[in-house]
């Protein structure tokens, strides 16, 4: 689905895109302006799946572990703004339209002949609703050429639930 289609059915993303999660907004009394909207069903039964390592038969328990606090730790700069973006920081802007955020585990670890697996979570900043930020998707892609058509599909997923959401 292209962004035009998206943006045409009520979507509109914040601009410039990763403005929220890359600065530091600070409410009144001190604490972070920007909050979390995790309410979409499909994104909370996949923040579970990793919870309760079940996101990707690929990951191990202790990979399925790891990304979970380095997601949460992701989340927490997001919401107060202190994501870097760029291709070898946390963060990327995704198709004008959204953040992607990058956790990533200290070492790549092939278990057992499985190939790693990277983690992204997309993110939408809708212009409508000041400092939210809304989990879209939550998905695994291979961590090889072969993982860009996952991620595309992955994108996909998240536009549409943009979307929705809107």
Not at 55 to 80: C, F, I, N, V
Not at 106 to 114: L, T, Y
Request: with cysteine; aromatic share 6%; hydrophobic share 35%.
């Amino acid at each position: 689905m292209s962004v035009g289609v998206i943006q045409s059915r009520s979507y509109y993303p914040h601009r410039p895109i990763g403005e929220r999660c890359g600065h530091a907004q600070i409410s009144n009394d001190g604490r972070p302006a920007n909050e979390w909207d995790l309410k979409i069903p499909e994104f909370r039964e996949e923040m579970d799946q990793l919870e309760e390592n079940r996101l990707h038969p690929s990951l191990t328990w202790a990979e399925h572990q790891d990304y979970m606090a380095k997601l949460t730790g992701l989340m927490l700069k997001a919401r107060l703004g202190q994501i870097a973006f760029g291709k070898a920081e946390e963060g990327n802007h995704i198709r004008d339209t959204l953040v992607e955020l990058k956790p990533r585990l200290e070492s790549k670890r092939v278990a057992f002949g499985k190939k790693p697996r990277l983690l992204r979570l997309y993110v939408a900043e809708p212009a409508r609703t000041p400092r939210l930020l809304v989990g879209l998707h939550l998905a695994t892609k291979a961590d090889s050429e072969g993982g860009l058509t996952e991620q595309n599909e992955s994108i996909d997923v998240a536009m549409e639930r943009a979307y929705s959401w809107a």
